[in-house]
T-cell receptor, first 115, second 109 residues
């Protein structure tokens, strides 16, 4: 998984509680991403980061926030979890080289269930 | 709006029975088209990047091709270990990456 770990790998939480997922990389890549994957949908971007303390929203950012205080760590927080946020969450990294290589490499995922 | 459509949704093959998966797309200013493989319970694994129409890439029994409107992933003489979900994604001119829903391939021995 290209030097990417995610924690926890599984979590069950109750509606209304805050939840934080962690992504850690050892590749020193500049870009980091959080996606969610749901049946019948492709991977959908939640938030991404293009450097320490530099983040931006993706297409499904409502109810989520992120932080990146170190190159290697990217945190995703569900401020008040809802059942619609039950999903599998993937972290990805990439390094945009000068010749335009934009491949993203994915972590193993976190399965989150909100009851 | 960028769109990526993969077909079929599911494909069942006999070992050795070659076939193709389709990824059709509409995007403004294609910067690249990516193929990934995803095994159950795991993250997507990068396979190929295609940058321009006419380009082809190969890896073992997989071959990816690209036209201006679609990409094909050809699986030649598949083996049971080729069973997985194959994802296609396109990167637009404004660096937005859009994924298709995937094709689940099952290869029977």
């Amino acid at each position: 998984d290209a030097g990417i770990t995610q924690s926890p790998r599984h979590k069950v939480t109750e509606t209304g509680t805050p939840v934080t997922l962690r992504c850690h990389q050892t590749e020193n890549h500049r870009y980091m991403y959080w996606y969610r994957q749901d049946p019948g949908h492709g991977l959908r971007l939640i938030h991404y980061s293009y450097g320490v303390k530099d983040t931006d929203k993706g297409e499904v950012s409502d109810g989520y926030s992120v932080s990146r205080s170190k190159t290697e760590d990217f945190l995703l927080t569900l401020e008040s979890a809802t059942s619609s946020q039950t999903s599998v969450y993937f972290c990805a990294i990439s390094e945009r080289e000068a010749r335009g290589a934009y491949e993203q490499y994915f972590g193993p995922g976190t399965r989150l269930t909100v009851t | 709006e960028d769109q990526v459509t993969q077909s079929p949704e599911a494909l069942r093959l006999q070992e050795g029975e070659s076939s193709s998966l389709n990824c059709s797309y509409t995007v403004s200013g294609l910067r690249g088209l990516f193929w990934y493989r995803q095994d159950p319970g795991k993250g997507p694994e990068f396979l190929f990047t295609l940058y321009s129409a006419g380009e082809e890439k190969e890896k073992e029994r997989l071959k990816a091709t690209l036209t201006k409107k679609e990409s094909f992933l050809h699986i030649t003489a598949p083996k049971p270990e080729d069973s997985a979900t194959y994802l296609c994604a396109v990167l637009s001119g404004d660096y937005k990456l859009s994924f298709g829903a995937g094709t689940t391939v099952t290869v029977r021995a």
